[in-house]
C-alpha cells in the first residue's frame, strides 16, 4: 500500500496529478477516471511501464475513428489529449534517426 508520504512526493514531483473535481473536465480530467486522488492514467503508465506509448497511440487511433459517430469534437479533443502525453513521453526519443 502506497504510503500518504510517497503519494504526496509524487504529486510534488509531477509524477502524479491531483484532479480538481469542482467543474467537470471531461476531456481532461473526467471524475469517472478519478479515485481517491489518484487518475486513471497514472494508474496505466505505472502498469504498463514501456508499453505506455502504444496505449497512448491505441487511443489516439480510438478517438480519431470514431468521432463522427459518437462524440464528435469533444472525440478529436480527447485523441489531442493522447497525443500530446505521447509527445512529450517520446520527445527526443526518436528525433535523429539518421
Same mark, same amino acid.
Given at each position: ?13 509531477? *509524477? ?6 469542482? *467543474? #467537470? ?34 487511443n489516439i ?8 459517430? *459518437?462524440?464528435?469534437?469533444? #472525440? ?7 497525443? #500530446? ?14
Amino acid at each position: 500500500m502506497t504510503s500518504y508520504y510517497n503519494i504526496m512526493k509524487q504529486i510534488e514531483s509531477g *509524477k502524479m496529478n491531483v484532479v480538481d473535481n469542482t *467543474k #467537470d473536465d471531461m476531456v481532461h480530467s473526467p471524475p469517472h477516471y478519478n479515485q481517491a486522488g489518484i487518475e486513471c492514467i497514472d494508474a496505466i503508465v505505472a502498469a504498463t511501464g514501456e508499453g505506455f506509448e502504444y496505449y497512448l497511440q491505441g487511443n489516439i487511433m480510438k478517438y480519431v475513428w470514431r468521432y463522427r459517430y *459518437k462524440n464528435g469534437t469533444e #472525440d478529436l479533443k480527447k485523441a489531442r489529449w493522447y497525443l #500530446d502525453k505521447l509527445i512529450k513521453e517520446v520527445e527526443g526519443c526518436y528525433d535523429d534517426k539518421s
